[in-house]
Structures are given as structure tokens and as C-alpha cells.
């Protein structure tokens, strides 16, 4: 097979990304078709490191990113004109006036580093320059799959453009060049952070549950994916839920006639296998919820190797 | 005058409840008397008139800038290409430049800089806002077209018609209830940035637990007051460990919900648990952790009606 990007995500968050994620690639990892590289592109909250850990912290590489770029106020060459606050030079109200020291005085938060300051300014009085965004975290497992994630800088506004490092950081690992698969845990939405996620894939996972939120969640995601044209399957968590949402789940995929890849019935070995931090699939092999998830997988390489 | 007091509720990771708190926390607002609004803030997702069975009104449409050149006016100079911070147009020399909307931030630099005025607002439709009214609450409501990317603008704009209200008629409200994303990015970011008091929502999981330790770190950043709620906190009897692993990070709690059987119907059904005309159980798990609740919030919050 030759090389497949995949991501998992599902509109609404906490239906089980992670967990499913989890679980296939520690059986992606055991085939023997399969080269894998896990990432896990939530940067807001990344997770997935919790289930498939270091294989010792020694070897856990980081590295500093610096994708957001911010304005910097240069006072020695103000001329205090004050036009670039009477003429909106900023559209994003990061560019105020302090009337105290009749200066302007910039919004961290709400700067998006566009340089329309520094480029209005009549006397050069803004800079721009790049600000550590967050990191890139790579390593291998214990059972020597490699993993990379990103997490975010606090307050930074990064996440779409971190997102995109990290997919680029796994094209370029030398050691990994036979790679074959790429299982990526996205994050929950349907914006910028998930846009990035799914852009340039082979095929994308779109996990639901049974809930009014879950299926509304779905089927803006799945618009979203659509208009990239990119081909989808669906698995529904907490599958056996009792809920009046089962008419509206059913009626929606018999009438979109959308791929089911398989469904999870509610398994309380999926709660514990996350307190034990393992995937379902090596907690509880003979549980239903980890043949339910084998039987995904089958289908899933299936799927696949029809691409 | 008094200005209403805002609440964000929010939880860095997602599917941990904080819709239901949103909605049942204005809820109970509106049971004693507060006049309410509800704000949701999570434009990727939002499910607020899910919960409350609100038929949304006022469909507005959101606008946002793209270049488009007007090509009997451009001269083909490249000035604005040189300058896009985002190198959102693509400029061969003697040609005319052509704008790339995936990247465009939509700063306006190019418009304002053109030196003849070729440079037209291409305005696109990037969402919608709505507002609704169920249950004697009042909604305001953002919805981000799938496929586009700029959510912020839209949350933005319901923080604007926020400021609005609170101008044109301070005292319309007691409370508002800001419900957000999951997550820590700059939708997030902002909603707890206009709130006065911020209630992390959680769930007692490893996953839970990290990612509300973030969003605090966050919340933190911003220099807001906080408490957590833990949602599903009788899942797998971990509570008090979990509890008391947050106390040991130094993260008050509010209280705790556990898991009950009538948290998910009511949410199935559209009637939020604690409507006062709602036939659920006084005495049933949830209903009690709801009320203990609501009256912790109201000893921490000093509100007003």
C-alpha cells in the first residue's frame, strides 16, 4: 500500500477520538502491512500521549515553533500622529490608544501579526516579529510506534497553523521513510484547527453518538469534509444508546447513504482501559467494544486499499 | 446602573457537559427571577437551541473581506503582494495579482495601500448570528458556515451585539451566560476574556484532568476568578480521587454532578432538567447536584436582580 493519511474527528467533542484512535493504531502497529505514524493534531488539548506514552522521557524530543507572528510598538520612533488609531490601520482591535501616555498601545491577544501596522505606520514605529507559538513533541512508544503531537502556547491564536507543522513534521523524518499510514487524532469543531487537520488527506474517520448534539455535530462536519472533497466513513460510539435520537441517526444515514464503518456499543472497558492509560484493544482484547473496534479496522484497511 | 453580570462556561476538553451546565445554570437563573440571556459562543458546534427546543430567528449573515482586483484599474505594480503579511495574493510580474481566500486574514492592508484604488472588499458570507427566546430565556446564538475557517469573527460579532445590549439597555439583563468551545484557542480565548466569572466544566478521567489544568492555566492567563463543576463524577467510583487531585493542584470546585439517567433523557428530549415545569425528579441525583449547585454559585457570585 502505498502512503495513506487518515484522521480521525467528529464535530462534537468527547465521543471518543482518542480512545478509537488509540486502539487503531495499536492494531495498525501489530499488522504487518502497516508502517504507522500517529499524530495527534488537538493542539488545544492534546490527549493521545496519555494512552501511548514515551518509551523512556529521555527520549522525547521538543521543539520550540514560532508559527505566530506578533506587532511590536517601537516608542523611540512615534511620532504620536495617532493616525494609525483615528484611520482603524488595524482590523482586528488589537491597536488601541493610551491616553495617559498618548501612545498606542497593542492588544497581544487579539493581534493576528498581519503587519498592516508597520507597513501604514508613516514612521516605521511597528515591527513584526515571530513569537514562540507552541511545540512540537515527538517520540517513540514502548512498542516503538512513532508518535508526534503539538500543544499550543497559551493565548498564542495559533492552533490552525501548529496543526499543519505537526503533518509537515511527519513528512520530513528520515527514519521513517517507509512509513505507509498516517492515523491523526483531530481536534474536536469544524474550523480552523480541524480545516488544517483534514486538508490534503486520503480519507477521513467521522466518529458520533446517538445524542441531538452528536448528530448535528456529524452532519456539519461531514458538510465541511464534503466541500473537500474528501471520502469519509462513520462509526457511532455509545451505539446501543437509549435514546429518541436513534429514529433521527438511522433515517440520516439511510437516507445520505454514508459509509458505516462500524459500531461501538456503550462498554464500561472503555472508561476503565482509559484509567488503566491503555487502549481498549490491549486492556480488554475480548471485551465488545475492542472486537467491535477490530472489525472497524478490517474494514478501515479495507476501505483503504480501494483508495 | 448596573451592568448584568457575565458567566463563561467553558471546559478545554469537549463533551464534558458544559451545554448542559450553560443551559441549566440559566435555567435555574430564570426559575428565581433573573432576566437571562443565553450567549452561545461555540460557533463550530452550536447546541444550546438543541437543549432549550428554540426555533431560531434573525438569521444574519456574517460578512468578511477578500480582495477582489479590479482589473481596469490595477497597473499590475505587485505593491500589495510585497506587503500581504499572509502572502495571500500571488503576483507574477505584469500580471495581475490574484488573491488566495485560504490564506487571506483579511487585514485590508492591500485596500488601503493600493495607489490606484484597483482593489475592491469581495465580501464573502463566513456564518451566521440568530437570536431566539424559549423558556423565558433569551439566546443569542453564532453559527460558522462549514468549510470556512474564521469562527473568531463570529464569536466576535455576538461579543459586539453583547456590548450593544448592555449599552442601548443595561438593565434588559440580570445574567448572561456565555457558553463555549472546547478547547483553549482564540474563540475560547475571547469568551472567557468578557466574562466576569469562569466555570470550567470536567470530568474525572486522565483526559479531563489535563485538560482542565490547561484551560485554568488559561483562565489564569486572563486574570479571571474560576470554579470547576466535574460532570460523571459517580463514573467508575473515581470522585473523590478525583476531587482530591484537584485539590492538590490547587482548583476549587463548585460541585459535581453524577451520572444519571435523567440528564440524558431531558438533554434527548429538549427540556432542560431543572425547567421548573419540567416533570423530572426533585429528589432524583442530578436534579440535587444541579440545586447545591446553584447555591454555591450564588454565595461565590454577588448577583443582582
Redesign the interface.
Known sequence: MNRKKIAVISGKGGVGKTSLVASLASLAHKDHDVNLIVLDCDVDAPNLALILPAKSKEEVLTQDMYTTKKATFLEDKCTQCKQCYDEHFCEFKALNWDENNNIPIINYLACEGCGACKVLCPESAFEINPVKSGEIISYETSSELPLIYGKTKLGSTTSGLLVSEVKEHANHLKKYEDTNLILIDGPPGIGCPVIATVSGLDYVVAITEPTPSGIHDLTRALEMVTQFNIPFGIVINKADLKSASQKQLNSYIKKSSHEILGKINFDLSIPEAMSYAKPVVDYAPESDASQAINSIYTKLKHVLSKL | MVKPKIICVTG?????GK?LVAVNLAIMFKNKGYKVLLIDG????P?TF??LNAKLKNKTEVLY?LPKINEDKCNKCGLCAE?C??HALLYIKDSYPIPISTVC?????CY??CPTNAIEPDLKVIGWTYTASALNIDLFLGE?K???????VIVNKLMENLEEVIETEPEKYDIVILDT??????????LI?GADLVIPVT?P???GK??LL?II??IT??KKEYKAIVNRSS??G?KEKFLKELEENGVEVLGDIPLDEEI?SS????IPLMEEKSKFDRDGAGYKSFTKIFENLIEWGEFSK
Request: glycine share 12%; charged share 25%.
Open positions: 478545554g476538553k469537549g463533551g464534558t451545554t461555540d460557533v463550530e458546534n447546541n438543541l437543549l473581506f506587503n503579511g499572509t486574514s483579511g487585514c485590508k492592508l488601503k495601500i460558522l462549514p468549510s470556512e475557517a474564521r469562527s473568531a468551545a472546547p478547547g483553549a484557542h482564540c474563540d475560547v480565548e475571547e476574556n470530568e478521567t486522565r483526559f489535563l485538560d490547561r492555566e488559561l492567563l486572563l463514573l467508575l473515581y440524558v438533554y434527548c428530549q429538549g
